[in-house]
């Protein structure tokens, strides 16, 4: 039995005569590619490429967005400009690409931008100030640079000053040193004032010599001058090519005074003082005893200025003097050098006082050839005051204010 309502199969296929089922343009004149567009209008024939703007609806792919920075054809109107990257077909002034030299000083060897900047912009870059280089040269620029002059001025004043100071060494050379001349002392009592034609000209140092410098030329008057000492005066010629020889001092120490009082030496009679003590020491016998020595040694009386711990020069002779008595002794002699102050000051002040003068009649002592280890030192400040001087009178402090020698090992 048949079922009647059987569906018969259908025909197969024919794909040549499918058509699809939507209604397209008239397709004279257009290739297949464009009978193929479905949905979408007919394109325009071909063109200028770089004119050609498809109409072709943007298609939303669901990406993030591209801040408008890409320009899909066929929108309506162009996103905006992002900067540095140029639109197609824009419009550009001949000027943007650096045709005018006026468009951000244009020039050979400088890559000008392809793009207009706004107003804004522009001030912005071309309103820079100008660097420390830029603004020097125009500095040198608007002062039009030093006049030819001015260095011409310069150079002939420096030819001019050079001139000047070759003549004057010449000059110098050729005349004042031969109008002038040194000469030199020697042998004069230590800390002897030296005098050229009554004009003090120092000082002998501790081996009695002194130099004479720029002497005037002629004959010069040279005298000199000690307190305990007499010296004859001498006469000096020189210059013009002459160089005198050395003043060999012709000196006699003064003796003390029949009618001076040794054992009584008032205050500021330091020169007495010295007197007195030369004569004690031309006065011991040979060989003398240490102790007698020691005696003679302590009449000196050494004017230290007030705080200060130098031997004047004026008082070198002196120590000179006693110095070539203390090498007399036998050998193993050791003799102490004592400083002592008055009660002036604190007791601190008049220890350190004390132990540097002390110190410092010592060294003395040692130029003159005494041997180190014969003398030694000690400070006593104004712990032990000369017998019978008072601390409350100045002529008290002024014993006290003493160098005493006393002997440590016979």
């Excluded at 004057?168 to 004042?176: D, E, P």
């Excluded at 003043?247 to 020169?271: H, K, M, R, W, Y």
Aim: hydrophobic share 35%; proline share 8%.
């Amino acid at each position: 039995m048949s079922d009647s309502k059987k569906i018969p199969d259908p025909p197969p296929d024919d794909f040549s005569k499918t058509t699809p089922n939507i209604k397209l343009p008239s397709d004279e004149g257009h290739t297949d590619w464009d009978k193929t567009n479905y949905n979408f209008p007919r394109q325009p024939a071909p063109d200028d490429w770089g004119k050609t703007i498809t109409n072709i609806k943007p298609i939303d792919t669901g990406a993030p967005p591209d801040y408008g920075k890409t320009m899909y054809p066929g929108a309506d109107k162009e996103k905006g400009s992002d900067w540095g990257v140029p639109k197609p077909n824009a419009g550009q002034s001949p000027a943007d690409f650096g045709s005018n030299a006026d468009d951000f000083g244009a020039r050979d060897d400088k890559t000008t931008p392809y793009f207009r900047l706004p107003e804004a912009e522009r001030a912005k870059y071309q309103n820079l100030p100008p660097t420390p280089t830029q603004r020097a040269a125009q500095e040198s620029k608007d002062k039009k640079g030093i006049p030819g002059w001015v260095w011409v001025s310069v150079g002939l004043a420096a030819m001019f000053l050079f001139v000047v100071v070759v003549l004057g060494v010449a000059g110098y050379l050729i005349f004042m040193r031969g109008s002038s001349f040194d000469a030199s002392v020697k042998r004069a009592p230590p800390g002897s004032s030296v005098y050229v034609d009554d004009v003090q000209w120092g000082v002998t140092d501790e081996d009695g010599s002194i130099k004479l410098a720029n002497l005037k030329a002629g004959r010069r008057k040279v005298k000199i001058s000690h307190p305990t000492y007499t010296c004859e005066p001498r006469e000096v010629t020189g210059g013009n090519g002459v160089t005198p020889e050395a003043i060999i001092a012709s000196c006699q120490a003064v003796a003390a005074a029949p009618t001076e009082n040794c054992s009584n030496i008032g205050l500021g009679e330091f020169d007495k003082a010295e007197r007195c003590y030369n004569a004690a020491l031309d006065a011991l016998s040979d060989p003398f005893t240490v102790d007698d020595l020691v005696r003679a040694l302590n009449i000196l009386i050494i004017n230290f200025d007030s705080g200060k711990s130098e031997v004047p020069p004026v008082r070198f002779a002196a120590l000179q003097k006693g110095a070539g008595f203390i090498k007399k002794l036998p050998p193993g002699v050791v003799l102490e050098v004592g400083g002592h102050t008055d009660n002036v000051g604190s007791d601190a002040s008049n220890q350190t006082l004390s132990e540097a003068r002390a110190a410092a009649v010592k060294s003395v002592l040692i130029k003159f050839g005494v041997a180190e280890n014969a003398l030694q030192t000690r400070g006593y400040g104004s712990s032990k005051p000369k017998a019978g001087a008072d601390n409350a009178t100045e002529q008290g402090r002024f014993y006290n204010r003493r160098i005493e020698y006393s002997v440590v090992r016979k």
